[in-house]
C-alpha cells in the first residue's frame, strides 16, 4: 500500500490549508485512519482519526480547528486545518491507526508568525 499525502505548504498563522492522502495497492482500507505530525527531534503524533463509522477524534492541540474527512470512492483522506499557529509547523502523514501501511513522504506545512 502506497500513501501520497500533498497539500502543504507555507501559510501566515490563521490561515487554512487542506492536506489529502491517496491510498493506492493491494487490499488496502480506509475504515480507520490517522493524521499524524512530525517536527525534527520529536516522536511523531497522532492528531487526528477517522473510523469505520465515521467517528473522529482530533488530539486537544488541534480539537476545533482541524477537521478529518474521508472519500472512499478516491480512495483519500482529508485533513482540514484552519486557524493555523506556528506550532502548527510540522511534517504531516496519513497511515491507518495501526501504523501498518508503509509511511509515505508526507506534506510539510510551515506556519509563519
Known amino acids: 500500500v502506497q500513501l501520497q499525502a500533498s497539500g502543504g505548504g507555507l501559510v501566515q498563522a490563521g490561515g487554512s490549508l487542506k492536506l489529502s492522502c491517496v491510498a493506492s495497492?493491494?487490499?488496502?482500507?480506509?475504515?480507520?485512519m490517522g493524521w499524524y505530525r512530525q517536527t525534527p527531534g520529536k516522536i511523531r503524533e497522532e492528531v487526528a482519526r477517522?473510523?469505520?463509522?465515521?467517528?473522529?477524534h482530533y488530539d486537544e492541540s488541534v480539537k476545533g480547528r482541524f477537521t478529518i474527512s474521508r472519500d472512499t470512492a478516491k480512495n483519500t483522506v482529508f485533513l482540514q486545518l484552519t486557524a493555523l499557529k506556528p506550532e502548527d509547523t510540522a511534517a504531516y502523514y496519513c497511515?491507518?491507526?495501526?501504523?501498518?501501511?508503509?509511511w509515505g513522504q508526507g506534506t510539510q506545512v510551515t506556519v509563519s508568525s
Open positions: 497511515n491507518n491507526l495501526l501504523n501498518t501501511y508503509a
Open positions: 495497492g493491494n487490499d488496502f482500507s480506509l475504515d480507520y
Open positions: 477517522i473510523t469505520k463509522f465515521g467517528s473522529t
